[in-house]
């Protein structure tokens, strides 16, 4: 009997996708063509990569679990651990929410990532109502970080622009309030990005006065995709750019 070499590359953690559209992967097109020969097949799945020999492909992909809907029930636990607890204890998990410029970088995206400074400056403000929000306590519900959400505050919805595209953040509600923050794994644990809005805005006011009203309805038409326009240029201060952007949004966001 012949015996065929299988070589397999173990699963290799990334973040650019997660939830619906990393699952249709393992059945779409492209994972039919990795089993249908012997060329090396490459399989994303939710959170993970996975290269294997063709027939094989789709087989060890069901081996790469999905890590998202694990990742929220442990975030729940987490806030459930603290909520309604100390003040202090409730700031200092607040405080562990705190990224450093590592992780800032490792999670956002450009012209983000410049931006660690305005990001450490709105924690640090947010911080105390956050944590004595955390201290009252409630019952904690947490979900994927998804475009289009209506329930996301307007931080959470400009906080997505940041982060890569299927990056799978979270978002919690205490007691039916939300807690204004995106969270994000990091390779500490948990932390959070909050003060997006307020930082697109202050970028933006001080280079084309009058235009950061847009960003005051989280839209999704070509009002908001006129606005990603405005946030990316002035984060990027590219003056000509913003100016053209501005006059769009002007003319269409009535």
């Known amino acids: 009997m012949r015996t065929r070499r299988v070589t397999h590359v173990p699963c290799a953690a990334r973040t650019a996708a ?63 651990s603290v909520a309604r607890g100390a ?53 904690v519900t947490t979900r994927g970080h998804f475009t289009g959400d209506p329930r996301l505050t307007r931080g959470q919805a400009r906080a997505r622009w940041a982060v890569p595209v299927q990056f799978p953040s979270e978002v919690a509600e205490l007691d039916g309030a939300a807690l204004d923050v995106v969270f994000v794994r990091t390779r500490t644990g948990w932390g959070a990005i909050t003060g997006i809005d307020a930082l697109l805005e202050a970028r933006i006011e001080a280079q084309q006065p009058g235009c950061a009203v847009h960003l005051a309805r989280v839209r999704a038409d070509a009002c908001g995709e006129i606005v990603w326009m405005v946030a990316d240029a002035a984060l990027r201060a590219d003056r000509p750019r913003l100016a053209r952007a501005c006059a769009l949004a002007a003319n269409v966001c009535r």
Do not use: K, M, N
């Open 87 to 139: 003040p202090a204890r409730a700031a200092a998990a607040v405080a562990g929410w705190r990224l450093d410029r590592a992780s800032w970088d490792a999670v956002l995206v450009e012209p983000y990532r410049a931006a660690y400074a305005d990001y450490a400056r709105a924690f640090d403000a947010a911080a105390p109502a956050l944590a004595a929000q955390l201290a009252r306590g409630g019952p």
């Open 18 to 80: 997660s939830g619906p559209a990393a699952r249709t992967a393992a059945s779409g097109p492209a994972a039919r063509t990795a089993a249908s020969g012997p060329a090396v097949g490459r399989i994303r799945h939710s959170g993970f990569t996975c290269s294997v020999l063709g027939p094989l492909a789709v087989l060890l992909a069901l081996g790469c679990r999905d890590p998202a809907p694990a990742a929220r029930v442990e975030l729940a636990a987490l806030l459930r």
